[in-house]
């Protein structure tokens, strides 16, 4: 649901008005620079100056200890660090649309998961692409758009609505059609995959009421809502991940195998074990800031 600025408390709305007047800063002062530094750059900004300072880096660290109690404090620290990095690199890298684009539209795509997208949109049959906040989903995206697929996606609205207005555009200005959560958004959500397109779903953040599965080891509220959409319509529902690669400014684009249809909980589940093994093989990728368990640490 989209925030009017006047229905927020004056306190909240200063602070909100104030951290998207922080951020326009870093993103315009990082557009200034060339794709190749601005997002080392804004990635060093959110590591080691926003996200200290807005305590995300404690809480992000908490968040890490809590479901990687085996490792070291200082390996909890490092990839708390990594994430906030990974973090500001993907928001600049959304916002340089353009940049994103052209670097993205000849990338491979491995993993048996294309092979089974090609087949579904030649026969007509609806595909839920299904991701977490890691890496960099949105250039697989670019990368699928540059091939001629037509793929969408539905957004939730942040609670900041100055950050919001125009984060929001990064998204259409990608391309592919965008909705907007809701009931309007939702509908037109529903009419594009009971067309047979393509659609991004991501899956990995607390909900509230929702069904309790394990998510890296703990009980964690997961929406069922992308194995019921593809239950209800014959859909597939396929994994997919934007790898950041070793020289954090490009990607391993992996599309899995499409997850069996059984029903929701198990294939929910399937999709919680997907990303779970990736967020172990690359935790410094996924968004430890996020407080994605039901009852998480402090920070």
Request: proline fraction near 7%; glycine fraction near 10%.
């Amino acid at each position: 649901m989209r925030h009017d600025p006047d229905d927020i408390p004056a306190l909240t709305r200063a602070g909100y008005f104030a951290t998207n007047a922080v951020a326009r800063a870093c993103i315009g002062a990082a557009l200034a620079m060339p794709y190749r530094w601005r997002v080392p750059f804004l990635g060093w900004i959110m590591s080691r100056l926003i996200g200290p300072a807005a305590g995300f880096l404690a809480r992000a660290e908490a968040h890490v200890a809590f479901a990687m109690p085996h490792l070291p404090h200082a390996e909890h620290r490092r990839i708390a660090r990594a994430s906030l990095d990974n973090a500001g690199r993907t928001l600049i890298e959304n916002y340089s649309t353009r940049d994103l684009l052209a670097r993205q539209k000849d990338a491979p795509i491995s993993g048996g998961g294309l092979e089974h997208l090609q087949a579904a949109v030649t026969r007509g049959q609806p595909v839920i692409l299904v991701t977490g906040h890691f890496g960099n989903y949105e250039a697989v995206r670019a990368t699928l758009l540059g091939q001629g697929f037509d793929v969408g996606g539905l957004y939730r609205d942040m609670s900041n609505p100055y950050f919001n207005a125009h984060y929001v555009r990064t998204m259409y200005d990608l391309g592919g059609p965008v909705f907007a959560q809701g009931r309007k958004g939702t509908a037109g959500f529903v009419r594009h995959l009971k067309g047979g397109g393509q659609l991004v779903l991501l899956f990995d953040q607390h909900v509230i009421d929702a069904p309790v599965l394990e998510f890296l080891g703990h009980p964690a509220h997961t929406a069922i809502s992308a194995a019921e959409l593809a239950l209800r319509y014959d859909a597939l529902l396929i994994p997919f991940f934007g790898i950041r690669g070793p020289d954090g400014m490009s990607f391993d684009c992996v599309m899995e195998e499409p997850i069996p249809h059984s029903d929701p909980l198990t294939m929910t589940q399937a999709m919680n074990d997907s990303i779970g093994a990736r967020i172990r093989a690359h935790p410094g990728q996924w968004l430890w800031v996020a407080r994605r368990w039901r009852a998480p640490p402090q920070g």
